[in-house]
């Protein structure tokens, strides 16, 4: 007995390969309250300081930008050490 003949889906193959695709290569859903990005990588932004205060940080040479990142994590309270009031920061502050 021969096979009767398959019914067409109405699908073009075409298109349920694509959604196919789509679904295998999707990232994973974030969890709530994660932000995208890898844990410990920079982030490249653009920040407007006083003159005064990218001196301070500039005055003692290379590695200006890591002193800023440490007062800045110091003061959210963020990797070791207590947070410091924003009006408290100043040199007496650094370790």
């Known amino acids: 007995m021969a096979e009767p003949p398959r019914r067409r889906t109405g699908r073009d193959p075409r298109d349920a390969a694509e959604a196919?695709?789509?679904k295998a290569?999707?990232?994973p859903p974030l969890?709530?309250?994660k932000?995208?990005?890898l844990p410990?990588?920079?982030e490249q932004v653009t920040l407007r300081i006083d003159q005064e205060v990218l001196e301070f940080f500039q005055k003692d040479g290379p590695g200006w930008q890591e002193r800023i990142v440490d007062s800045l994590r110091q003061a959210a309270g963020l990797g070791g050490g207590e947070a410091?009031?924003?009006?408290?920061?100043n040199a007496s502050n650094d370790k």
């Open 40 to 42: 410990g990588v920079k």
């Open 20 to 22: 196919a695709f789509r």
């Open 25 to 27: 290569t999707a990232p």
């Open 84 to 89: 410091i009031a924003v009006e408290n920061l």
């Open 35 to 37: 932000k995208g990005g």
């Open 31 to 33: 969890a709530p309250g």
